[in-house]
């Protein structure tokens, strides 16, 4: 009896092994395409999201330390401005692979990449970073009276529910 149990269960490890052996290969190929799909999107384009961000900031920290500060020191700022920012969004990109390969089969991982190399994908990596930078230069002086209609609704459902001020 010990024997046939033993027989089975060895079977059913074997059976397993040869079900996810193919899955974690493919897991292992798509975690490889989605790093070159990474590679690909973040290749300058962290140098322009970095450069695009600190422009849309660098006017607001000089205007408040211009006059306090001289040039030097200003230039020496925005360098380090520019530094630490670039390593942070380089440190925070280092997981897009894997989340790439949970939001992509295999198959459309292979098919972005290629797209990625065209010359109307070259373009896209190259113009969606000013995109954003631009998108987000709206959406900022925006967030100040979107913050406060929250507030208000929000104060105004309190009220309506006998909640005081």
Known sequence: ????????????????????????AQDAETLKAAQ?????????TVEQMTNALVGQMWP??????GSKVD???????????E?????????SLKDTPAIYARHFTLNELREL???????????TIRELP????ESYALI?????????EIGTALQAIMKKHGYKD
């Open 1 to 24: 009896m010990k024997r046939n149990v033993l027989k089975g269960g060895l079977a059913m490890a074997l059976l397993a092994a040869s079900l996810l052996g193919p899955a974690r």
């Open 36 to 44: 070159e799909l990474s590679a690909i999107m973040t290749g300058g």
């Open 60 to 65: 607001g920290i000089e205007g408040q330390l």
């Open 71 to 81: 040039a030097a020191t200003l230039t020496e700022m925005r360098g380090e401005i």
């Open 83 to 91: 530094r630490l920012l670039n390593k942070f969004v380089t440190d």
């Open 113 to 123: 990449v290629a797209f990625y190399k065209t010359p109307t994908g070259v373009k």
């Open 130 to 133: 000013k995109v954003t930078a």
């Open 140 to 148: 900022v002086p925006r967030m100040g009276p979107f913050q406060q």
